[in-house]
């Protein structure tokens, strides 16, 4: 394969879209474990009902609009519009800054009620009215990171991708440092309590936005300037009116917005309902254990659940210029094997990955959040695993259909989806506990799942069959890698007190498994097919992912 084929590779282009983002999601784990152990594991209920809704605001107060900025400032670029560009610019701008006020304000006014349903009526007023407080916290971010998207949307369509990165590199680490710093200022050195370390969490989002807002406009500053001056010297007027604008930016925007909006839809879910319903079916008595349950699972093991998912977005933003240009082109046969490529690459990575975080499950919980509640985080984590797969291949072909201008499929598959969440949510969270939010969720991928390949099947032809003769070797060899890792590792023994110990024996089984994985799956050809290779030597992989 020369080098030009190599650096047109869907695959190659896809890795580096992950290699990007893992750095900005690598940077958010640094802060989740001390901050866990500042805060308290049960106090993490609140930072994960707050961020659930804080994703849901966002993706309201935002509407699509910075994703609608960046691909009609490119667009109009291109045509050297440049009247049009600063239009956009403003117009896209001031509807973002309209909506996050607007969600800011209406958030101001509901906290009481979100407060009391998220946590259950039969809450402590201590914890109402905490949970209160935070939302209130929140509204300051509500209107600051969209101004922030907005900006980089401009930036994004200008193609400097470098400030677009740099920028969300300096927002993450800002953040990490806030929330480190002042939170074991106020708790360890003040002696607050703990919950002010989830305060602190909530409000440092905000600050991480406002020193990334100023970093963003004054490294783009020459690039803002540069196409103002091309303007002045366009010599005709701006080919589009701002109405014309305004409902090119809505049409862009707001299917972006409900595919978003529908993705969020099994952690809200399970953050209105799971504690309010708990109580009301088992009493009041099972407050405490039930919201350390959902701090658990929907704080702590989100968190791991980031390391996978870091390659399912990365995948999913690597493969959309490639899918386009063969929809494009019509080239129907292509769009087959771009995604049966994508599929097989994203289960060689997943599949050893869930395999071992099922097998390890209570190792890589001790190491990230120490022997605090282990049996139950561990025991969760281990089963999470099935929504943690499934939840990462679904967005990938969530990517594909819109890629492929397929918007209405992806929203009709993600109602029905919702709808299956909040059917099976309630009996099987009465059935069992906390794992029926997990069960629920499952099944809610594995419904996207379905409807996207019958979809995709039914509008291209695609066929996977291929994929799941793969699917089955690949997990054949994730078990023959894990089997001797689990003999070495109950052969050392371990009594669970020393991360750093923990650490030294995960690393050394881990380079074990690593290796086993990488030989078994060369002997059944697996990455070679992946990659398109005869031979597929260590070598001549990082001399492939290097161009």
Not at 310 to 333: C, I, R, T
Request: charged share 15%.
């Amino acid at each position: 394969m020369n080098k030009e084929n190599i650096k047109s590779s869907l695959l190659i282009g896809s890795l580096a879209s992950s290699f990007g983002i893992f750095i900005s999601k690598f940077l958010g784990l640094l802060y989740y474990s001390p901050l866990s152990a500042i805060a308290g594991e049960s106090n993490m209920a609140f930072y994960s009902i707050v961020y659930t809704y804080y994703d849901l605001l966002l993706q309201i107060s935002q509407a699509g609009i910075p994703f609608a900025i960046a691909a009609m400032v490119a667009r109009y670029m291109a045509n050297n519009d440049y009247k049009t560009v600063l239009m956009i610019r403003k117009l896209g701008t001031s509807i973002v800054m309209a909506l996050s006020v607007g969600v800011a304000f209406v958030l101001l006014l509901l906290t009481e009620g979100l407060s009391r349903q998220s946590l259950g009526y039969s809450a402590p007023l201590t914890d109402i009215n905490n949970l209160k407080a935070m939302f209130n916290i929140l509204t300051i971010s509500v209107i600051t990171v969209p101004l922030l998207s907005s900006t980089r949307g401009y930036i994004q369509g200008l193609k400097r991708l470098d400030i677009f990165a740099s920028s969300q590199v300096l927002e993450q680490l800002v953040r990490v440092l806030s929330i480190l710093a002042f939170s074991y200022l106020f708790v360890k050195i003040m002696n607050f309590e703990s919950i002010w370390a989830i305060f602190v969490a909530i409000a440092a989002a905000a600050l991480g936005a406002i020193v990334a807002y100023i970093f963003t406009v004054r490294l783009s500053k020459e690039d803002a300037k540069h196409v103002e001056e091309l303007a002045a010297q366009q010599d005709y007027d701006a080919t589009r009116t701002k109405k014309e604008l305004f409902i090119e930016i809505l049409t862009l925007g707001i299917p972006y917005l409900f595919i978003s909006f529908l993705g969020a839809a099994g952690p809200l879910v399970n953050t209105t309902f799971f504690l309010d319903y708990m109580t009301k079916v088992n009493g009041p008595e099972i407050y405490d254990s039930a919201k350390l349950s959902v701090g658990i699972l929907q704080s702590n093991i989100a968190k791991i659940a980031n390391i996978p998912s870091v390659f399912a977005m990365g995948f999913s933003s690597g493969m959309v210029p490639y899918l386009s240009e063969s929809l494009e082109n019509h080239d129907n046969k292509k769009i087959n094997e771009q995604i049966t490529q994508i599929m097989d690459a994203s289960l060689y990575i997943l599949i050893p990955i869930v395999v071992v975080f099922i097998f390890f499950a209570r190792d890589i919980y001790f190491i990230f959040y120490g022997n605090y509640n282990l049996t139950l985080g561990a025991s969760l984590l281990c089963v999470s695993n099935i929504q943690l797969f499934l939840g990462c291949v679904a967005p990938i072909l969530s990517s594909v259909l819109m890629s492929l201008k397929m918007r209405k499929d992806a929203i009709i598959a993600l109602i029905v989806s919702f709808l299956i969440k909040l059917i099976t949510f309630f009996p099987l969270v009465r059935l069992f506990g906390a794992y029926g939010m997990i069960y629920s969720s499952g099944l809610y991928y594995l419904v996207q799942i379905v409807m996207y390949l019958y979809y995709l099947k039914k509008t291209f032809g695609v066929d996977i069959r291929g994929t799941y003769g793969n699917m089955f070797m690949i997990t054949l060899s994730s078990l023959a890698m894990v089997i001797p890792a689990i003999v070495i590792h109950n052969l050392i023994g371990f009594d669970y007190q020393s991360r750093l110990i923990d650490i030294g024996i995960m690393g050394g089984v881990g380079i074990l498994m690593v290796i086993i994985y990488y030989v078994v799956t060369v002997h059944f050809s697996i990455p070679q097919k992946i990659l398109q290779m005869d031979d597929v030597s260590i070598k001549q992989l990082i001399s492939k992912l290097k161009v």
